[in-house]
């Protein structure tokens, strides 16, 4: 490679670095929270209040879904910030994203060349899924999924090295921290991986040796630990069978057989559309000789071995989001990239294929940048000319530079999409907080919190509150708006569901807009007591 071709690679590598903070940080902050969002930091905040960060709650009562790790994570976020908001919240999904993005590169720099490893790094940060979804989100999947491939990359690297101590120490090390997050799917992704890929290498019977009941050992003793001190503040019974409800809910077992056909037909589909566009590139796949190029490389066929394996259990489970299979993403984009390079020598019609799909995209990109010169709406952004331009003229030279640098072009459309990436955060997404309900259920919650701050508030029975106008109303009032069940009185407040409490007779003092089916729950004071 000349010299000039070398610097015009290192100037887009800085650009895409570059761009990373601004893409993933602008506004970051500024929608309201997701139900999901609101349970993971509302749980985060309710041991701050309650000073117990053993036992999670929800209002006040146990809360079984998930382990608490990604809560104490949180919570020390909320902790060094000084402030519990949206962006505080977010943040650690930046910073892990970007850490998942290392991890990537690492890993994939010792099998592939530096360009090859840079870009595999990106592409999970630029598929759609992550980069308009998941990358913006107070969830626990980016550090789970984080978690889960680098057990994988733990153990393929091992198992090369033959090092079985390490790689059954450290794979468990990261299962119990999986555990921690999420529970019983860190167990099913280690196990399944092991599982399927000791057979492939005909070592099944490492699987009976001492190493491996010493990690499982690490295991049970970071988890199980955990589960003693929890025992000495709750019962564990509906702990382990909520984490097994939750684990199987999503499958057969819950849906039935005509869903879950349905399902099977429809998954590959709806993955190609949320992973785009590097997605695209698996017809790379549609070739005769595709198996003797993949056993070429122990490194990919270790990766799809690991998608397959893992993939099937989902791919067999009627409901089931994306963002539950992050960890896989990196395996397949991997061979993406490995099989790019043979069409790209022999100029496949798959190759031209992707090349002229990928070249529309920064056209449309470009002329799209310069939507809020013309649509009213988007005019409310400050700057917004000055913004539309300056994207739209970075596009274009973006959309030139695909077509002239041939050798670099998956570099420019990484970069092509972190520019759209600003571009979303510029102006979709004060868009969407102004027109969006979301916002609307933040402010009416925000407000009753404060007009009623300084009386007492509970969750009546079993009145529905969802979690993001629970987050809202603890948060502002700074402490937990507990459930009760009994011991009513007529001078507190309650939040009341009228249509699931249509006999209870109050006097209604305020209410909050919740955001599903645009429901509104009152706060009044019990007429009686029943």
């Not at 503040?233 to 349905?262: A, C, M, P, Q, W």
């Not at 067999?316 to 043979?342: C, D, N």
């Not at 609307?440 to 701050?453: L, N, Y």
């Amino acid at each position: 490679m000349n010299t000039r071709k070398l610097t015009y690679e290192r100037w887009l590598y800085l650009a895409a670095i570059a761009l990373l903070a601004p893409a993933l940080l602008i506004n970051l902050g500024l929608l309201a929270f997701i139900d999901d969002e609101g349970i993971r930091s509302l749980v985060a905040l309710e041991m701050k209040f309650s000073g117990n960060y053993i036992t999670p709650t929800l209002h006040g009562v146990f809360y079984y879904n998930k382990p608490p790790l990604y809560n104490w994570i949180l919570l020390a976020f909320f902790e060094i910030a000084g402030r519990v908001n949206e962006f505080t919240a977010r943040f650690p999904t930046a910073l892990f994203t970007l850490a998942f993005g290392g991890s990537i590169y690492y890993f994939s720099r010792k099998h592939f060349d530096t360009k090859t490893a840079f870009l595999n790094a990106l592409f999970y940060i630029t598929c759609g899924r992550v980069l308009f979804w998941d990358s913006m989100l107070a969830l626990i999947d980016t550090c789970f999924s984080w978690v889960v491939f680098m057990s994988f990359m733990v153990i393929y690297h091992q198992f090369q090295k033959e090092n079985w101590l390490k790689l059954f120490l450290y794979s468990y090390l990261l299962a119990a921290a999986g555990f921690m997050l999420k529970g019983l799917p860190a167990v099913v992704f280690q196990g399944t991986t092991l599982l399927v890929y000791f057979a492939y290498r005909r070592s099944f019977r490492r699987l009976f040796s001492w190493q491996h009941i010493l990690g499982g050992a690490a295991f049970a003793l970071i988890v199980g630990g955990y589960y003693m001190v929890y025992a000495h503040y709750n019962g564990l019974d509906t702990v382990f069978t909520t984490l097994f409800r939750e684990s199987s809910k999503r499958t057969v077992t819950h849906f039935g057989i005509k869903e879950t056909v349905l399902h099977l037909f429809t998954f590959p589909f709806e993955m190609l559309y949320h992973f785009l566009p590097w997605s695209l590139m698996a017809i790379y796949f549609i070739r005769k000789d595709i198996v003797a190029l993949i056993r070429q490389n122990s490194f990919i066929t270790f990766n799809l071995i690991a998608f397959l394996a893992n993939i099937l259990v989902y791919w067999a489970s009627p409901e089931v989001y994306p963002r539950y299979l992050l960890m896989l993403a990196p395996l397949i984009f991997s061979a993406y990239l490995y099989l790019h390079a043979f069409h790209e020598r022999e100029q496949s019609w798959q190759y031209r294929l992707i090349y002229w799909f990928m070249l529309a995209f920064c056209v449309v990109s470009t002329l799209g940048a310069f939507a809020p010169l013309f649509v009213g709406r988007l005019q409310a952004v400050p700057f917004a000319a000055v913004k539309s331009i300056g994207l739209g003229m970075a596009m274009a030279f973006l959309t030139y530079l695909y077509w002239r640098l041939k050798d670099n072009r998956l570099l420019v459309m990484v970069i092509v999409l972190l520019v759209f990436r600003i571009g979303f955060d510029w102006f979709v997404l004060p868009d969407r907080n102004t027109h969006d309900f979301g916002n609307e259920c933040r402010q009416s919650t925000i407000h009753a919190a404060r007009q009623f701050k300084g009386q007492k508030l509970f969750v009546y029975k079993d009145t529905d509150v969802q979690t993001t106008n629970s987050f809202y109303l603890s948060n502002e009032r700074g402490a937990i708006v507990p459930r009760r069940y009994g011991h009513f009185d007529t001078t507190s407040l309650y939040i009341i569901s009228p249509g699931h409490y249509p006999d209870t007779e109050y006097e209604k003092v305020g209410d909050i807009r919740l955001r599903h089916d645009t429901l509104t729950f009152d706060i009044g004071r019990l007429k009686q007591i029943k």
